[in-house]
């Protein structure tokens, strides 16, 4: 399986240490599909149904029908061995904030 930039695919989180979101969970694809066809790995952004919609570090967002946060505080990089199945894909507009919560938490000042 090729993953697709803003693709939400199940994936196996475990092992994990310390804080880190564990267990099998939706996750947001945010690689650019050039790296997802050739590295052999993805970066994502894990989807939790604890929500806290006042934090700048979730967006959220509707997978599979239900109410979800995507959380940026937790961007890491995955084998794409993790990745069971696609599951959903962000709309447009969920895709564009994702991206300027990227650069707002992550780029340069």
Do not use: F
């Not at 052999?40 to 509707?62: E, F, K, M, Q």
């Not at 979800?68 to 505080?73: R, S, T, V």
């Not at 990745?83 to 992550?106: F, G, H, N, Q, S």
């Amino acid at each position: 399986m090729t993953p697709v930039r803003y693709g939400i695919y199940l994936a196996n989180l475990d092992p994990t240490l310390g804080r880190e979101i564990a267990k099998t969970r939706p996750v947001v694809v945010v690689s650019l599909d050039a790296m997802n066809e050739y590295a052999g790995t993805v970066v994502v952004c894990p989807l939790t149904t604890s929500l806290h919609p006042t934090w700048r570090s979730r967006l959220a967002v509707r997978c599979a029908g239900k109410p979800a946060e995507i959380a940026l505080d937790q961007i890491r990089t995955l084998s794409v061995l993790r990745l069971t199945r696609k599951i959903d894909a962000l709309p447009a507009e969920k895709a564009a904030r994702l991206r300027e919560l990227i650069v707002e938490m992550y780029g340069l000042p």
